[in-house]
């Protein structure tokens, strides 16, 4: 199995019942050669062939919409040195779908289809197969979005990120396209600095 595997990639593989498959997990687990990504995943780490958690692929394995947004977007372009210590990625929330299995060290935050349409041509190749998100594009989206599910408000003004390439003219623009697909922040959150 690879470094990240699923319960269907095991099933398929090994062409034995779903039961048996979850007694082999829980074995595996107990002896220290496998580990659940989240609680009800579906998703598992394989330390046989390598020790190391590999959270992106686990979160693109799960989240098939996930795409690498805020702190952690900011992490990966260099626009921050900052790490934080959970990934954060979007999930494409919709009717099918109306919520996320738990990846453990990642948080999901639901985005809808009008979100993933303004940003497409501004996401880039990242960490274990996952995309990112540009970081003033990022930017944008953490000042309409951001106070909920641990992504820190960056309000205007907030530039005081390490990467210089990144000014308020791309942000704005950014801001402009987010607000073209009716995206922006509610009145409420506006009016309430709380909130913010």
Same mark, same amino acid.
């Given at each position: 199995?690879?470094?990240? &595997?699923?319960?269907?990639? !095991?099933?398929?593989?090994?062409?034995?019942?779903?039961?048996?498959?979850?007694?082999?997990?829980?074995?595996?687990?107990?002896?220290? !050669?496998?580990?659940?990504?989240?609680?009800?995943?579906? =998703?598992?780490?394989? &330390?046989?062939?390598?020790?190391?958690?590999?959270?992106?692929?686990?979160?693109?394995?799960?989240?098939?919409?996930?795409?690498?947004? *805020?702190?952690?977007? !900011?992490?990966?372009?260099? +626009?921050?040195?900052?790490?934080?210590?959970?990934?954060?990625?979007?999930?494409?929330?919709?009717?099918?779908?109306?919520?996320?299995?738990? $990846?453990?060290?990642? $948080?999901?935050?639901?985005?809808? $289809?009008?979100?993933?349409?303004? =940003? +497409?041509?501004? =996401?880039?190749? /990242?960490? /274990?197969?996952?995309?990112?998100?540009?970081?003033?594009?990022? =930017?944008? #989206?953490?000042? !309409?979005?951001? *106070?909920? #599910?641990?992504?820190?408000?960056?309000?205007?003004?907030?530039?005081?990120?390490?990467?210089?390439?990144? #000014?308020?003219?791309?942000?704005?623009?950014?801001?402009?396209? &987010?607000?073209?697909?009716? $995206?922006?922040?509610?009145?409420?959150?506006?009016?309430?600095?709380?909130?913010?």
């Amino acid at each position: 199995m690879p470094d990240v &595997f699923s319960i269907d990639q !095991l099933q398929k593989a090994t062409q034995v019942s779903r039961h048996a498959i979850r007694m082999m997990l829980a074995r595996a687990h107990a002896d220290g !050669l496998v580990a659940p990504a989240g609680p009800r995943s579906g =998703i598992y780490y394989n &330390f046989v062939r390598n020790p190391e958690r590999r959270i992106e692929e686990a979160a693109r394995m799960a989240i098939p919409s996930a795409v690498l947004i *805020g702190p952690s977007a !900011l992490h990966w372009h260099h +626009a921050t040195s900052q790490r934080s210590h959970l990934l954060t990625v979007s999930w494409l929330k919709n009717r099918r779908q109306p919520y996320m299995p738990a $990846i453990h060290d990642v $948080i999901a935050v639901a985005r809808s $289809i009008e979100w993933y349409r303004s =940003i +497409a041509g501004h =996401i880039a190749p /990242g960490p /274990g197969g996952l995309p990112v998100l540009d970081p003033a594009f990022a =930017i944008a #989206d953490m000042r !309409l979005n951001g *106070g909920g #599910d641990d992504i820190p408000v960056l309000e205007e003004g907030d530039l005081d990120l390490d990467d210089a390439d990144i #000014d308020e003219g791309d942000v704005s623009e950014a801001l402009a396209v &987010f607000r073209d697909h009716g $995206i922006e922040r509610s009145k409420e959150e506006a009016d309430n600095p709380v909130l913010r």
